[in-house]
């Protein structure tokens, strides 16, 4: 009734897609270390043995982690409508973010933003499956993709770069959770778990 024996593999699998973290990064144009993207690893192994993950299946290293993802993705079935119905939420969910100034024209900016980041990772024919819009041109990454990488890269070279970039993420971060808050603050009215739901408070 509960779900109990959780699945080890769906478990793992939802930890190993931290890893891809560190690989969109590199890809978004972040240089990062071998050394930093097994920080991430080893961040989601810890959590993989929080959740009850066995120790046969905790990974060492990124490219051990990315050969148990492919190889536990390859047991998942393949998408259904349940999918189709997740990525087309996540898809436009910036549409319904709350900011307090121009709106409509950043919730549309930013849903341009995250279908153009999207189309750098997922084929038009995956996107098509997915019920997303696929008629959109990667022009996010190919217009920041170069000055992100030159920006990060400056700023490893200069004493303190580092930590000022470290900063200045968290301060993005927390403008961010602002955001989201504000948006799950407006929904509060509408998702009223009753009593029996595990969500209820």
Same mark, same amino acid.
């Given at each position: 009734?509960?779900?109990?024996?959780?699945?080890?593999?769906?478990?793992?699998?939802?930890?190993?897609?931290?890893?891809?973290?560190?690989?969109?990064?590199?890809?978004?144009?972040?240089?990062?270390?071998?050394?930093?993207?097994?920080?991430?690893?080893?961040?989601?192994?810890?959590?993989?043995?929080?959740?009850?993950?066995?120790?046969?299946?905790?990974?060492?290293?990124? #490219?051990?982690?990315?050969?148990?993802?492919?190889?536990?993705?390859?047991?998942?079935?393949?998408?259904?409508?349940?999918?189709?119905?997740?990525?087309?939420?996540?898809?436009?969910?910036?549409?319904?973010?709350?900011?307090?100034?121009?709106?409509? #024209?950043?919730?549309?900016?930013?849903?341009?933003?995250?279908?153009?980041?999207?189309?750098?990772?997922?084929?038009?024919?995956?996107?098509?499956?997915?019920?997303?819009?696929?008629?959109?041109?990667?022009?996010?990454?190919?217009?920041?993709?170069?000055?992100?990488? #030159?920006?990060?890269?400056?700023?490893?070279?200069?004493?303190?770069?580092?930590?000022?970039?470290?900063?200045?993420?968290?301060?993005?971060?927390?403008?961010?959770?602002?955001?989201?808050?504000?948006?799950?603050?407006?929904? #509060?009215?509408?998702?009223?778990?009753?009593?029996?739901?595990?969500?209820?408070?």
């Amino acid at each position: 009734r509960r779900g109990v024996p959780i699945s080890q593999t769906d478990m793992l699998t939802t930890i190993l897609t931290t890893l891809l973290l560190g690989l969109g990064s590199r890809a978004l144009g972040v240089p990062m270390t071998t050394r930093e993207t097994d920080a991430i690893a080893h961040h989601g192994r810890y959590a993989a043995w929080l959740m009850g993950v066995k120790e046969p299946w905790l990974f060492e290293s990124t #490219a051990e982690g990315i050969r148990l993802l492919m190889h536990s993705a390859s047991t998942q079935p393949r998408g259904e409508e349940t999918s189709r119905i997740m990525a087309q939420s996540l898809a436009a969910e910036p549409l319904t973010r709350h900011y307090d100034h121009f709106q409509s #024209a950043r919730r549309r900016f930013e849903h341009s933003k995250h279908l153009s980041i999207s189309r750098l990772f997922l084929s038009k024919q995956t996107l098509d499956m997915l019920g997303v819009p696929s008629n959109v041109l990667p022009w996010y990454p190919l217009l920041t993709i170069p000055p992100r990488f #030159a920006w990060h890269t400056g700023h490893r070279l200069v004493p303190g770069g580092y930590r000022r970039l470290a900063e200045r993420g968290l301060k993005k971060q927390m403008k961010m959770l602002d955001v989201f808050h504000a948006g799950a603050k407006s929904a #509060a009215g509408l998702i009223k778990p009753d009593e029996e739901h595990p969500a209820h408070i």
